[in-house]
């Protein structure tokens, strides 16, 4: 089975600008979670989705949005970049339900912001 | 909210030795309890999990038990391998029947490991 797939790996942007870093999903799971990786903050819980609605969100400001497709997909997009967004964006799928809610990661895009 | 706290590290052992990260979380209800593993330049792999107080998960010779009177679960290894360098994740997940973090994973800060022959 195929595993979680994260697209662009690597970017680079310059302040102001947008980005939109999409996720496929593993074959059959319904739930995708977003993650900022830094040096400074760790591991840090943007949203997940859960068939096509956004069941939980973090703290971070409305310039991070996301969406999910029919097929599971997902896309999460940065407005108006700033320099503190450089990190490693991890997006993980899961089935979504059940008791225990195993999250498989992606390799993670690269976004540098110049 | 919910929060997991990690040993401070970086921990470095000579190959062979016996390895322990601690890891203590405050939750709600009962969680379920992770352990990650991030080698250089790659995702989050899964390393074990467990559901239930008591529970003891296990993987490629790495244990932890979830342990609900002492809100901790220590990551152990009975003798460490060069190749088993990486950073080291504690995380856990809501409960579905209760709570708004069941889709949501918190971490904590991550413990380097480094394995010299």
């Known amino acids: 089975k195929a595993g979680v797939t994260q697209t662009p790996r690597y970017l680079i942007k310059t302040r102001g600008q947008q980005v939109t870093l999409s996720c496929s999903p593993i074959?059959?799971?319904?739930?995708v979670s977003w993650y900022q990786q830094t040096p400074g903050q760790g591991l840090q819980f943007l949203f997940e989705y859960f068939s096509e609605t956004q069941r939980n969100k973090g703290n971070f400001p409305g310039r991070f949005s996301g969406r999910q497709f029919s097929n599971s997909r997902s896309e999460m997009n940065v407005s108006t970049l700033e320099l503190g967004d450089s990190a490693l964006y991890l997006c993980?799928?899961?089935?979504?339900?059940?008791?225990?809610?195993?999250?498989?990661f992606g390799p993670g895009t690269r976004l540098t912001v110049l | 909210g919910d929060s997991v706290t990690q040993m401070e590290g970086p921990v470095t052992l000579s190959e062979e030795a016996f390895l322990t990260i601690n890891c203590t979380y405050t939750?709600?209800?009962?969680?379920?309890l992770f352990w990650y593993v991030q080698y250089p330049g790659e995702g989050l792999q899964l390393l074990l999990k467990?559901?239930?107080?008591?529970d003891k998960g296990s993987n490629k010779g790495f244990e932890a038990t979830y342990r609900k009177e002492t809100t901790s679960f220590h990551l152990e290894k009975g003798s460490v391998q060069v190749s088993d360098s990486a950073v080291y994740f504690c995380a856990l997940s809501g409960h579905p029947a209760g709570g708004t973090s069941y889709g949501k994973l918190t971490f904590g800060q991550g413990t380097i490991l480094t394995v010299h022959p």
């Open positions: 939750a709600t209800g009962y969680p379920s």
């Open positions: 074959s059959g799971h319904r739930s």
């Open positions: 467990a559901t239930k107080a008591d």
């Open positions: 993980a799928s899961s089935l979504g339900q059940g008791t225990t809610n195993e999250q498989f």
